[in-house]
């Protein structure tokens, strides 16, 4: 997506994205909470190869981690607080 394109996108307000964001969080603690020791060592293939899912599970966990340190070092380059209160 070019700048032009992604400036005109019309977000939702801070408080829905919040809320958005901790829904989606608590929905992948429920699942992770759920899976059994059977399930966390079957293997399974995505883009990251074969791994067991507990694999995969961390993976995208530290993802997301390096994402939020992202956003967070674009918001200090523009001398907003890393964090959004």
Known sequence: MDDRTAAGLRLPGKDVLLDYTRK????AERAVAA???E???????????DQPIAGHVVEYLAHTEWDIGQIACLRRAQ???RVIA
């Open 24 to 27: 989606v969080f608590a929905a």
């Open 35 to 37: 899976l059994t020791d």
């Open 39 to 49: 399930q966390l060592t079957t293997v399974m293939t995505n883009w990251a190869g």
């Open 79 to 81: 001398n907003l607080p």
